[in-house]
C-alpha cells in the first residue's frame, strides 16, 4: 500500500498505482468493506515535475478510481496529512477541492491529529466537510493515547454531533520508541504497550461521548 503513487507523473507507474487500488477494492468487496482510504505516498515530500501538473495527475487517477469504487460499491476516500508528510493535499479544503471537481460521490477521511496541525479549528473543518466526512481517525496530538495530549475530545464529539456524523471512529495511538512504527510483532512488549494506549483511548473517548449525550 505504501508504494501506491496516484500522483506520479510517470504513467506506468500511475497505472501500476491504479491497479493495486482495484484490487484493494476487490478485497473490500470479499470482506463487506464499505470503505477504503487513500492518501499521499508515504515518504515523498516534493515534487517531481510540478506541484500544480501533479495535483492535475491526481484528480485524474481520482476521477478513474472513484468510477471503479462506485461500481462495486464502495466509497473512496482521501486523507489528506500534514505539511510533514505530505505536499499535495494537507487540508481538509484541498481534498475537498479534489473531490469536487472529479467526483460527487467519494469522501473525505480526516484524522485528529493531521487537523491539529493544519486546521484552523476541529468545528469549522467538520462543518466545511460534512457529509462528505467518509471516516474519521481519533488521534491525540502526541499519537499517545486519548486525553494524553491537548486535543478536546469533547469539542470533537459535539462537532460530530452539529453535522450528523454516523459513520466510522479509528482509534489510532503509537507506542514510544526510537522507531515508533515498528511492525506489530517486532517486540511484545511494544504491543502490550499499544494495546494498553488503545483501552486508555477507548475509555477517554467514552467518557466525551457520554459527556456529548448530556449537553
Request: glycine letters at 6%.
Amino acid at each position: 500500500v505504501n508504494e501506491i503513487d496516484l500522483a506520479h507523473p510517470l504513467h506506468s507507474m500511475r497505472q501500476e498505482s491504479m491497479e493495486m487500488v482495484r484490487s484493494l477494492l476487490e478485497y473490500c468487496v470479499e470482506i463487506g468493506c464499505s470503505r477504503l482510504i487513500l492518501r499521499e505516498k508515504p515518504g515523498r515530500m516534493r515534487p517531481i515535475v510540478g506541484r500544480l501538473k501533479e495535483w492535475n495527475v491526481l484528480q485524474q487517477s481520482w476521477r478513474a478510481l472513484a468510477h471503479s469504487a462506485m461500481s462495486v460499491g464502495v466509497q473512496i476516500c482521501f486523507l489528506p496529512v500534514n505539511r510533514y508528510e505530505g505536499f499535495l493535499i494537507n487540508t481538509a479544503s484541498e481534498a475537498l477541492s479534489l473531490l469536487e471537481r472529479s467526483d460527487p460521490h467519494s469522501g473525505v477521511a480526516l484524522s485528529t491529529y493531521h487537523m491539529n496541525v493544519e486546521e484552523r479549528g476541529f468545528r469549522s473543518t467538520f462543518e466545511e466537510v460534512g457529509r462528505r466526512l467518509g471516516l474519521l481517525y481519533a488521534v491525540e496530538s502526541n499519537r499517545r493515547a486519548l486525553g494524553d495530549g491537548h486535543i478536546d475530545w469533547l469539542e470533537v464529539c459535539l462537532s460530530l454531533d452539529a453535522i450528523g456524523y454516523e459513520g466510522p471512529v479509528v482509534i489510532e495511538c503509537q507506542a514510544l520508541g526510537a522507531d515508533p512504527l515498528l511492525p506489530v510483532g517486532r517486540s511484545p512488549a511494544w504491543v502490550d504497550e499499544v494495546f494498553d494506549l488503545a483501552e486508555q483511548s477507548i475509555q477517554n473517548l467514552r467518557v466525551a461521548l457520554a459527556a456529548c449525550r448530556r449537553s
